[in-house]
């Protein structure tokens, strides 16, 4: 059985099916659909982060600009939201190429021009200036595409989408040429590998994943001010769930979301006093003992992690 | 295995500045098909950077570099291995996280080979590594490392190849050993240019030397002629040679 249906046989598809079948039996539905959005955004930071290296402190610019673009052409051109979920996801591209220019750093330096970068849209969309367009600060409110069941649907469907391109990562040349440039991009090139090319296409496509997810959490919420779609929260889970469960692979990341974002929601209700506590202790642990995530306790034993 | 063809690189007249440092001043040799170069010179005499410059990674100031009659210049290192350019690197540098086999299988499959592409198993027998083939790079020693950084640069199918230092560090065995593969690979009508140190590895590959000096050529010839050059024993082996 080639590893490709392999891993969508066994991971992908139990997953998907187990979020499809949860609405009916647990009620925060809310709390699902979030499980599912940082699912979403966890493999987003596993493409480019994983495949390439670039650490994308600013992820939820795409987020943030996804969530606007649904919002702006429901609001002016009452557009379906299907429409304008797909819509999203080309805002997320088109900043991407914007941005990039900001491939040419490096390490902390590209982590930090992309959290700037991610301000600047922030403050670009929050301008009271351009009320009349993104209605400023003073938030947007969408009750006209107000479905959750539907939205929640469009939310599996982007989380299928990412998830195939992630296994198609994992199995394919061009996954493990990624990782070839991620290693050593001057040797890649001297693979034959066009380092740019590899670099920008690894780009669009998480900037793709994030744009699709803000555009779905944007149908999902219907009513959300600028703090609310560009909050740095979105940038810093997605990228501690992906790294505590382990980058490159399929599973590191969908470990992280359940177990991060799970005590996350058990510890921060219940008793709020001890949450930041733990979970500090929880990432300290990780970064001094497993940098490479959880994946790295079977990886450790030569066991093959997909 | 004197060569009769016509050179496939031409080096003319390159300089390679750093600053206020001319790391290449004017450097012009050639190199035909089925021949091995020599690259000799102390350290910081330019080899590598002329390495450097013909396989893509340095912008030249000036002069030109042409492979196969065509310019270099401004064109991309991948592109170059895909016209059929490739090289080793002093110090290797696999793909640390990947298995050598998956090292290898990103050059086969990006490298556009002109002619088929070497068989993968072969490439692992030919130069040892199938002991290893599943592991990670990192686990290799620094001779497989080495020998990995070459099999790379063969599943390219290179017409013109630039080893630079690949016999640094290897035992007395595995020298004679080496020394044989590249002098096949020259006999298939590879171009190879050899930068070392090593001076009786030098002689026994090479059909002749360029002797560099400050980024420059100063003897082109047999190795064993150019030892009989005071300037060569001057600056190359250094003053006490020269009395």
């Given at each position: 059985m080639p590893s490709a249906f392999k891993h969508t046989l066994f991971i992908v598809a139990p997953l998907l099916a187990v979020f499809a079948v949860l609405p009916g039996v647990y009620e925060n539905h809310l709390l699902l659909f979030n499980f599912v959005i940082f699912l979403i955004l966890a493999q987003g930071v596993n493409i480019i982060y994983g495949f390439t290296g670039y650490l994308p402190f600013g992820y939820v610019g795409f987020f943030g600009a996804g969530a606007y673009g649904f919002a702006i052409l429901v609001m002016?051109?009452?557009?379906p939201a299907v429409i304008a979920v797909l819509a999203a996801g080309l805002v997320g591209v088109a900043l991407g190429l914007l941005l990039t220019p900001l491939l040419r750093l490096s390490g902390a330096y590209f982590a930090i021009a992309n959290l700037a970068a991610s301000l600047a849209v922030l403050h670009f969309v929050a301008n009271p200036a351009l009320e009349n367009i993104t209605r400023g600060p003073y938030g947007v409110s969408l009750t006209g595409t107000f479905n959750p069941t539907l939205a929640y649907s469009a939310a599996l469907a982007v989380l299928a989408l990412t998830l195939g391109a992630v296994v198609f990562l994992k199995n394919s040349g061009f996954g493990l040429a990624l990782q070839a440039v991620r290693e050593d991009a001057v040797s890649a090139s001297m693979a034959g590998v066009n380092v740019v090319r590899m670099r920008v296409i690894a780009w669009l496509a998480s900037a793709l994943v994030a744009g699709l997810a803000g555009g779905v959490y944007a149908w999902y919420v219907s009513v959300f001010y600028p703090d609310n779609v560009f909050s740095g929260d979105f940038s810093i889970f997605a990228i501690v769930f992906a790294l505590f469960g382990g980058v490159a692979t399929i599973s590191g990341p969908i470990v992280g979301v359940i177990i991060l974002y799970g005590i996350y929601n058990l510890i921060g209700f219940t008793t709020p006093q001890y949450f930041q506590l733990i979970y500090g202790l929880l990432i300290m642990g990780l970064v001094l003992f497993l940098p490479a995530g959880l994946v790295s306790l079977a990886t450790r034993r030569g066991w093959h992690v997909p | 295995m004197s060569p009769e063809s016509a050179p496939i690189l031409n080096v003319s007249n390159v300089v390679k500045r750093f600053g206020g440092f001319h790391a290449l001043d004017g450097l012009s040799f050639h190199c035909a098909p089925g021949e091995i170069l020599g690259l000799v010179g102390?350290?910081?005499?330019g080899k590598t950077t002329a390495i450097n410059v013909i396989s893509g990674l340095y912008a030249p100031d000036g002069g030109e570099v042409t492979f196969d009659g065509a310019s270099l210049g401004g064109v991309a290192s991948h592109r170059l291995v895909h016209r059929g350019i490739n090289r080793t690197f002093q110090i290797p540098k696999p793909f640390l996280s990947l298995t050598v086999r998956q090292n290898i299988a990103v050059a086969l499959a990006y490298g556009r080979a002109a002619v088929a592409p070497p068989e993968m198993a072969a490439l692992l027998d030919e130069y040892r590594l199938a002991d290893v083939a599943d592991r990670p790079a990192a686990d290799l020693n620094n001779a497989q490392q080495k020998m990995l950084d070459l099999v790379r640069a063969l599943a390219t199918r290179p017409r013109l190849l630039l080893l630079d230092e690949l016999a640094a560090g290897l035992n007395p065995a595995e020298l004679d050993w080496i020394a044989e593969r590249i002098k096949a690979l020259a006999q298939g009508g590879m171009a190879i240019i050899v930068v070392e140190h090593l001076m009786g590895f030098i002689e026994h590959i090479t059909d002749r030397v360029i002797v560099m000096n400050a980024g420059k050529e100063i003897f082109e010839g047999k190795l064993a002629v150019a030892v009989q050059v005071p300037q060569v024993i001057e600056v190359f082996l250094g003053g006490e040679h020269a009395a």
């Open positions: 002016h051109y009452q557009a | 102390p350290n910081g005499s």
